[in-house]
């Protein structure tokens, strides 16, 4: 008997399971009014607390996904600069963005903040440091991988997305491929997502497939250092319930009780960041509780699919979600 056409390939965890693992991308850094996704109010240039000396650096700050900014100027002490998911005016300012503008790919988006930081350094004479969060924290790691970046003094990582790119399905038009059933399920869960409230989390976003395409990148590298550049992370607790266990090497990281994107709200985490941004040391300091969590959250979480084992893929790349060293130099 002749075989039949070989089946579509389908994830190798319940596609349900599996769903939330790339959703928490899209979904994680809406705004929740009265339980539905809404527009949220413009997501302000954080004010630090500053009790010593002031940055060494000219500072940059990069909001999150669907963030928007209606470019008037931050004045404040320190006089921190708002990245534009936009880019650039004609006078070199940062110019208004909308939620959408934050649904680029991280490549559009790592090369706005490549000028941007040239502009800033050119204009006031001093490095850069970079503040980001959420989905700038992806943005910064682009920009690293991509672009040289004498100018860069410092990054400051705010709820990182610790390791994404755990799981993979194909475009739209694919008919086969890894996690083909997954990527319909989570555009059918998303499409009532837009039904019921209006928001505009797309599976297929440019800066969806980034992730998926360049997966080996954000799965090995969000937490590692980069040579010259001095970083920390400031990582939420519940960070811990999406992350399997593992060993996250890499910069200092400041492991805290608080919600995806809520630590510049606490004056302490405010200081701890202003004096960082002026030189001073800041000592890691991970939590206990944070395993803990890891561990009591793996049973219900995708297993990642192994990075050799899709063709889009570097398949020759180490791979930290089984234990590789995701730190060491990518293959060229």
């Not at 970046?149 to 475009?171: C, D, I, N, T």
């Not at 090995?220 to 811990?240: K, Q, S, Y």
């Not at 400041?254 to 994107?261: I, K």
């Amino acid at each position: 008997m002749r075989a039949g056409p070989a089946l579509p390939r389908l994830p190798a965890a319940p596609v349900a399971v599996a769903v939330s693992a790339v959703a928490l991308l899209v979904l994680a850094h809406l705004s929740l009014v009265g339980g539905a996704p809404a527009r949220p109010a413009e997501e302000r240039t954080p004010a630090l607390v500053v009790d010593g000396p002031d940055p060494r650096a000219a500072v940059l700050f990069i909001a999150g996904y669907d963030s928007w900014y209606s470019g008037k100027p931050v004045h404040d002490r320190i006089g921190i600069t708002r990245y534009s998911y936009a880019g650039l005016g004609q006078d070199g300012r940062p110019l208004p963005y909308h939620p959408i503008d934050t649904h680029a790919s991280l490549d559009a988006s790592a090369a706005n903040l490549r000028a941007q930081i040239d502009v800033l350094h050119r204009r006031t004479g001093k490095p850069v440091a970079v503040m980001a969060r959420s989905e700038g924290t992806l943005v910064v790691r682009t920009f690293l991988a991509r672009y040289r970046h004498p100018h860069l003094e410092s990054v400051v990582l705010l709820s990182p997305l610790v390791r994404p790119g755990r799981v993979y399905f194909p475009p739209q038009d694919a008919r086969a491929g890894w996690g083909l059933a997954l990527g319909w399920e989570l555009r059918g869960m998303l499409s009532l997502v837009r039904w019921t409230s209006g928001a505009k989390a797309d599976a297929d976003s440019p800066l969806v497939r980034s992730v998926l395409n360049d997966a080996p990148l954000y799965r090995n590298r969000m937490l590692c250092p980069e040579p010259g550049v001095r970083m920390i992370a400031f990582v939420p607790l519940v960070t811990a319930a999406v992350v399997s266990p593992a060993d996250y090497p890499a910069v200092p990281s400041v492991q805290l009780p608080g919600l995806h994107a809520s630590m510049l709200g606490r004056m302490d985490i405010q200081r701890a960041v202003a004096d960082f941004l002026a030189g001073r040391r800041v000592d890691g300091n991970p939590s206990t509780y944070y395993p803990a969590i890891q561990m009591a959250a793996a049973a219900w979480q995708a297993p990642a699919l192994p990075l050799k084992l899709n063709a889009v893929w570097e398949r020759d790349t180490p791979d930290a979600a089984f234990g590789d060293d995701g730190c060491l130099p990518r293959p060229r």
